[in-house]
């Protein structure tokens, strides 16, 4: 205040406790109490003070004045310039104040927080990674479900359920293991089931490994990179074993992996060209290891900000989706074991009868094909590969 009773501008007043309980009783209950700012001296009771911190302010809108009373002050020691502006810096980026005093600066090197604490992240996202489960049978699977998922399918790619606390909220998690080429576990990503609020979750080092829908994903000829875990599942949900980079940057490892493979990058198709823009930079690098790159983008509406993989496979069902693809892709079935060689009568000569299989006659004659080792009994011609048994 000056001369006249005025509060000075900018000043902050100098208020105890005693001062508060001179002009007006506190009323609530501790730590938040309230009175009549002894400053504005209006009629409500428009002052808050807290008794734990000392924090006060004067809600009117005439006053507003706020500060700390001066029951809760502490002494400062002086410090130069350099250290004021050391614990400026420290505050602004959340780090431990430093000490500029010479003996401090000459001192030999010792290990930062984040250097300490760096072994104690790697734990504790394997630790939680540890915690999880299986997702079948569970409320993850119930969710996979909803997005078109197959419990199986989810079973295949190790969807595992989590349950974390962010925002000391208690949320379930569906939880994708992301894994190094050698298949060692890295990094999990986590989507939330029942709220979009924290709706992701990643701990560990994800952008050094990849999510995989069958452990064989990427030793196959042709391979399909997306975006995110669910994309890929949804993928496979038709048939398309599938590769998440949990993003559109993948490891440096991946196009060793993946050279001299067909590869189809299936990133999200982007109203703003973004999936587009990634497929295009990661392309030359893929080809420059004998890769056969191809773009394989989801369609999409014109109104529509993006499309994925997850809800073009809602929007049409997935036989659709797989005569989709099948369209598109040049990816060949899989193998099938050969069925039992039979004799084929249709194939043979019309004055020679499909023979019967046989054991080596009597005499120890063999009666083996020369061509494909079956016994023919004593006939001119091999039932199985119809050529002449003694040629």
């Not at 394997?126 to 399918?153: E, H, M």
């Not at 079973?155 to 050698?182: K, T």
């Not at 982007?270 to 890769?291: C, I, R, V």
């Amino acid at each position: 205040m000056n001369a006249t009773g005025a509060s000075t501008p900018n000043a902050r007043p100098v208020l105890s406790l005693a001062d508060l309980e001179a002009f007006d009783t506190p009323q609530g209950r501790d730590p938040e109490k309230v009175c009549r700012c002894p400053e504005c001296k209006g009629s409500e009771r428009a002052f808050h003070f807290n008794t734990a911190t000392g924090a006060f302010r004067c809600w009117r809108a005439s006053c507003g004045i706020r500060g700390k009373l001066s029951d809760f002050w502490q002494d400062r020691p002086q410090q130069s310039r350099k250290q004021r502006a050391s614990n400026a810096l420290s505050a602004a980026f959340a780090l431990a104040p430093k000490d500029c005093s010479p003996n401090a600066i000459n001192a030999p090197h010792s290990p930062t927080e984040r250097e300490q604490s760096a072994p104690a992240t790697a734990a504790t996202w394997q630790t939680l990674f540890a915690q999880s489960k299986p997702a079948s049978g569970t409320a993850a699977a119930a969710y996979l479900a909803r997005r078109g998922i197959p419990d199986a399918t989810s079973e295949a790619a190790s969807a595992r359920v989590l349950r974390l606390y962010p925002g000391n909220y208690r949320r379930d998690y569906v939880v994708f293991p992301f894994c190094d080429r050698d298949g060692a576990p890295v990094a999990f990503q986590a989507r939330a089931i029942d709220s979009e609020a924290d709706g992701h979750q990643a701990r560990g080092s994800k952008s050094a490994g990849v999510f995989s829908t069958c452990a064989d994903a990427l030793k196959a000829e042709s391979v399909i990179l997306c975006e995110a875990p669910i994309d890929a599942l949804s993928l496979a949900a038709c048939g398309f074993e599938a590769v998440a980079l949990g993003g559109t940057s993948a490891p440096a490892w991946i196009v060793n992996a993946l050279a001299f493979k067909r590869v189809y990058l299936a990133f999200d198709n982007d109203q703003n060209g973004a999936g587009d823009a990634a497929a295009a930079k990661l392309a030359p690098d893929l080809q420059s290891f004998g890769a056969s790159v191809s773009r394989l983008a989801p369609p999409r509406e014109d109104a529509a900000e993006k499309s994925d993989w997850n809800a073009m496979l809602l929007h049409i069902g997935a036989p659709a989706l797989r005569d989709w693809l099948t369209e598109r892709l040049h990816i060949p079935e899989p193998a099938k074991a050969p069925a039992p060689c039979e004799p084929n009568a249709e194939i043979m000569p019309p004055e020679i009868a499909a023979p019967e299989y046989s054991e080596p006659d009597a005499t120890g004659k063999d009666t083996r094909c020369v061509s494909c080792r079956a016994y023919c009994g004593t006939a001119a011609l091999c039932a199985f590969c119809c050529r002449e048994v003694n040629s």
